[in-house]
């Protein structure tokens, strides 16, 4: 057996704190790591928890001086000596020290900082851990590390992970981001049996069992919770899991069936609120597919009239926002004082109070019509009054007397021949007595034929009228379910949508619609006979919007998988082209659920190349489908890159003739 030399170690020694000095040869020179305050704040609570390596300082002759320069813990010398400036510590105090004497001081250096190993994180998990549970609060634990109290909570989170979990990541056959996703939830057994469901799988990326973990959960974003509320769900008793890595501190509602028992309680709330209004029928639902209203009257409603008072105080209003607008406007840049942009905001919400005020019906309508309340996207209650459904308004038609005789669909009397001799006629004198007979049927028929041409040949003649006559039968059979009241053979149709695409009715585009067609009805006389003299009344402009809003609701340009070259589409290409349409700029973006999650992985680094350039798809393109996903749903979210069938053809074709400045700019939308 050889014998091995015996080592000796360097000897420690403490030493004055001003007998040492930083050495020029230390190798760290680039700063790293928490701050010296920091490092010295926590030798003060600790005290020095390593001793610092020095060498004694020799003068030309070789001859030690007793000062002695640092080549390893240059920090801690620093902490030290911020600690005297600070008067925290003497000038002499006693500093441990390894006094090195043999090799190079720069190989001691590079040693004592390459040799060093940094904690493994789950070590350090569980330290933060065990800290807590003897009694460290989280903020307790930041202060002494010198961390946000939100690091210790995510430190926290993943260890209280599966511990079987826990030691495959020490194990390395888990990454950091997948255990990440795992302490979404709370429950241990779940994340074992979502690990054990992908752990032979294809897709084992974080994004996917983040999925997994919450498929049966409810975001904190749904219009559901925004409505009840979160403090409420937590009163009742529901759990909230949270993601404490995500940015938009994400998090989900665990016991759905409680969610719906109180967004089911909090509606019938609201629809109670309303049923003394005597309406025929309340329908609830949290939403309604897009178009539900289609074939449906609505009768309108007149404002509640202001008072005196009311007048006079929403005049006042409006003269005072004019003099501030007139006051801090003239220059558009100029910020307003914080005091002025206050009241404005003020100004603004009161008027608008005035602008929806209750709208009063008559007690005949409300009996026969109905309400529609769900949620909008925000999750505020919406409430949609005064709907009449096909079989009560048939009840308001005008029905035929069964006392009368003759045909009920033309009103002849029984005993009109069209070809008996008319007495009144050749010259022959009738008593006084006896009535003149109707003209006969058949003869209005072909005198109002001569009529009708010529009524066309007239109206051929008078654009404007002719504009008046097709706006007053769109809007008949916009506004009014059974406006039948014109001459003109124009029929109206606007039709819903056979599929519901995610949050179409909640689009901006779904939105405006839905706020310029209420904005329209309030504005139509609740007798159709009235809408001729209310039509000749409005200037215009107004008549032009109202005749775009009416065309604009009968155009349909989906394109069907048995039609989906019809002339219509073709038609809706060149409607897009005219009014410039670039999708995203209406509020369209690729999303996992609209678009990104339903193509194959080609077509998602197709989309990336488009609108950000070869290499940043390259840095994607080895990603499984449900990271290249998440990463694509981030990169294009400002890009205004939008799929094939939403491009508007010939903004697409001058966006790419125009040239390539760079990867960033998109090319396949419309220029602005």
Wanted: charged fraction near 30%; glycine fraction near 6%.
């Amino acid at each position: 057996m050889t014998n091995r030399k015996k080592i000796s170690l360097s000897r420690s020694q403490d030493i004055p704190f001003d007998k040492l000095v930083m050495s020029e040869r230390n190798v760290r020179h680039v700063r790293a790591g928490i701050s010296i305050e920091e490092l010295a704040e926590d030798i003060a609570r600790r005290t020095l928890l390593q001793s610092l390596s020095v060498r004694p300082v020799t003068d030309d002759d070789g001859k030690e001086t007793g000062r002695h320069e640092i080549q390893a813990g240059g920090r801690r010398y620093r902490a030290l000596e911020y600690l005297v400036k600070e008067k925290r510590l003497a000038k002499n105090a006693a500093i441990p020290c390894v006094i090195r004497e043999d090799g190079l001081l720069e190989e001691d250096s590079l040693a004592e900082n390459v040799q060093r190993i940094n904690l493994h994180p789950l070590d350090q998990f569980r330290a933060f851990q065990t800290l807590s549970e003897k009694g460290l609060s989280v903020e307790d634990i930041a202060a002494r590390f010198f961390v946000t109290a939100k690091i210790v909570r995510q430190r926290l989170k993943l260890a209280s992970v599966s511990p079987k979990l826990l030691d495959l990541y020490a194990e390395e056959e888990l990454t950091l981001e997948q255990l990440m996703a795992f302490s979404v939830t709370d429950d241990q057994a779940r994340q074992e049996q979502v690990w054990d469901s992908v752990r032979q799988a294809y897709n084992q990326e974080p994004y996917y069992i983040r999925r997994l973990l919450t498929e049966d959960t409810v975001r904190v974003t749904d219009k559901r919770v925004r409505f009840v509320g979160l403090e409420a769900y937590e009163a009742a008793g529901g759990v909230v899991m949270r993601d404490l890595f995500s940015q938009v501190d994400e998090g989900w509602l665990q016991d759905v069936a409680l969610l719906e028992k109180l967004v089911a309680t909090g509606l019938e709330a609201e629809r109670d609120a309303i049923v003394d209004e005597g309406w025929k029928w309340i329908e609830v639902a949290v939403d309604f597919p897009y178009g539900h209203t289609i074939g449906l009257e609505r009768i309108s409603g007149e404002v509640e009239p202001l008072s005196d008072e009311e007048t006079a105080w929403q005049d006042a209003l409006r003269n005072e926002l004019a003099g501030i607008e007139e006051h801090y406007f003239v220059d558009q840049d100029e910020d307003l004082p914080e005091e002025v942009d206050k009241r404005l905001g003020e100004i603004e919400a009161e008027l608008e109070a005035f602008d929806n005020r209750p709208v009063l019906y008559a007690p005949d309508d409300i009996a026969k019509a109905g309400v529609f309340i769900s949620l909008e996207s925000d999750g505020s209650v919406r409430i949609e009054r005064g709907f009449v459904k096909p079989e009560d308004q048939e009840q308001d038609d005008d029905t035929v007397d069964p006392d009368q005789s003759g045909d009920p669909q033309t009103g002849d009397e029984a005993d009109d021949d069209e070809n008996a001799p008319n007495t009144a006629i050749d010259g022959l004198d009738e008593p006084d007595d006896i009535r003149v007979k109707p003209l006969s049927d058949r003869l209005i028929l072909e005198l109002t034929a001569y009529r009708t041409l010529a009524l066309r040949n007239a109206l051929a003649g008078d654009p404007d009228i002719a504009f008046l006559a097709a706006l007053h039968v769109l809007v008949l059979q916009s506004f009014y379910h059974f406006g039948s009241g014109s001459c003109l053979q124009i029929t109206f149709k606007s039709s819903g949508f056979s599929v519901q695409p995610p949050d179409l009715n909640d689009s901006p585009a779904a939105s405006d619609i839905a706020a310029r067609h209420e904005n329209w009805e309030r504005q139509m006389p609740g007798d159709p006979d009235h809408l001729w003299a209310a039509l000749c009344e409005m200037d215009t402009d107004s008549r032009m919007a109202l005749f775009a809003h009416c065309v604009s609701l009968t155009l349909y340009a989906v394109s069907e998988p048995w039609n989906r070259h019809s002339d219509a589409v073709r038609h809706a290409d060149i409607l897009a082209d005219v009014l410039k349409l670039d999708m995203a700029t209406s509020g369209w973006k690729p999303t996992a659920d609209n678009y990104l999650s339903r193509v194959p992985k080609n077509r998602i680094l197709e989309a990336v190349t488009e609108a950000l350039g070869t290499e940043t798809a390259q840095r994607i393109d080895h990603l499984k489908k449900g990271g290249m996903v998440r990463e694509a749903e981030q990169l294009l979210n400002d890009t205004g890159w939008v799929p094939e069938p939403l491009r508007t053809p010939e903004l697409q074709s001058v966006a790419e003739d125009e040239p390539d400045d760079g990867p960033s700019e998109p090319v396949a939308t419309a220029a602005e």
